[in-house]
């Protein structure tokens, strides 16, 4: 293919401006067959001035709404942490161990009791309005529906490079196709114009994706409100902790179904015979496992229904809660224990992500010295990449600062014998920073004063 071929291509949606998209148009037909482009590739061009505008746009007013984000979510964060901590081990000193026998047993109490899941109340579940209704009625806490169909589906590859002049970019954009077993509906007129046309396209697929049809039953998770494990109750809240991991079998297979593999297989209407399978579809049930029915449960007893069990209020603590539902037997000392390392785990993450959130929006702050780089002729993009490296060394030192900085303040108010010692950290990273500031500064004053020394 041609560069004339290739500036036919640009969309009109290109993310740039008509009279730019208009040059780069003319600038690839002038320059003739040197770019050979496949007909299921595109190419879009963005400006330099578009992109020194977006650059600019995002340190100005994307940057500080990370900033505020990422300083949210880590104050949260600790918060949460230290309250979490202070809940679990007050709940770890006033639980109460209670048998199954009576649902008044530790009644007004933090209990923790290992039952049985019993089948009393529940009310059997069937995949409404679809082929297996009347063959699929499930006695227990939920019924979970998995339908996965063999479709096309669509893959975008984008390769930017940089312009040798302007400071703009250029992005080939490559449509491939595949056929895959997914679990939604993929509308495959949506796919790219040219991409449907390709010879990608008519080797891999060569076939639109079927409409579902109304018989076929809908993907999703029923649940009973509620469930009685031991003489207790439990919320909707805690039935949905009870795994759904066995298959559920139908009485019957349905007419135009069959089963293998542990699959209920069928096609949509027309596509019984499609060569690359597409339109195949598969259906499994799950429920829970009734040969492994018993159950440790922790919350409050209130008169036989076990709810979450709220802790007192302490500083800066209010409303936290303790509950939570598992298989098998567990006792006191282990549940607690896993308690305290999830709640770990997920303080450890969120600080993680808050740091790399605070230093991406540093970084962006310094995107436009690239851009403008960018721009200058022929070392330019070499130029800007060098700067793109350094402004993300730079901004770590900030990033990190910021959130040792949050994570301190919090600390501060509500544990001080902890707190202290991290901002005492967040003040040397300020010091080192501001100090290195000053001596960069002080050695090119230098530096300077003794050139002008030499030429008097």
Known sequence: SSLAQIAHSVP???????????????????????????????VEHQSGASRLCNSILCALCVAPLLMIIACFTLGWNERRAVCDARAIAEGKDVVEQVGCGSKWSGDGELVLLSCDLMTDGLTPLSPLNSDFQP??????????????????????????????????????????????WRSSYINSNMFNSKGRTSNNYAMNCGEDNPTWPSSWPTAGTQWNPSAQVGAFTIPSSFVQRIPLDTPVQA???P?????????????????????KGIGRVRINFLGNNWNTPTYTVLGENNGGTIDRWTASDSW?????????????????????????AEANVLTYVLRFVGFLLLWFAFSRLLVPLEVAADCIPCVGPCLGDSIA????????????????????????????MV?????????????????????????????????MTQFS
């Open 12 to 42: 009109s949606t290109a993310r740039c401006t008509s009279s730019a998209c208009a040059g780069f148009k003319a600038l690839l037909v002038t320059m003739g067959n040197t770019i050979g482009l496949a007909d299921n590739q595109e």
């Open 135 to 180: 063959y699929v009625n499930f006695v227990g806490v939920g019924l979970q529906t998995q339908i996965e169909v063999f479709q096309c589906v669509e893959h975008e590859h984008r390769e930017t490079k940089k312009d040798a002049v302007g400071g703009g970019t250029t992005t080939i954009v490559t449509y491939t196709y595949s056929t895959e």
């Open 251 to 253: 009485t019957s297979v």
């Open 255 to 275: 007419a135009g179904w069959t089963y293998s593999g542990g699959y209920y297989q069928s096609a949509a209407p027309g596509y019984q015979s499609q060569p």
């Open 316 to 340: 800066l603590c209010s409303g936290f809660t303790l509950g939570d539902l598992r298989s098998g037997t567990i006792g006191i000392d282990p549940l607690f224990a896993a308690l305290e």
């Open 389 to 416: 490296t350094i402004a993300c060394c730079v901004s770590c030192l900030p990033g990190c600062a910021c959130a040792l900085g949050v994570i301190g303040v919090v600390w501060v108010a509500m544990r001080p």
């Open 419 to 451: 707190g202290i010692p991290l901002m005492l950290i967040f003040l040397c990273t300020c010091c080192g920073f501001i100090g290195f500031k000053m001596y960069s500064q002080q050695q090119k004053q230098s530096g300077g004063g003794g050139d």
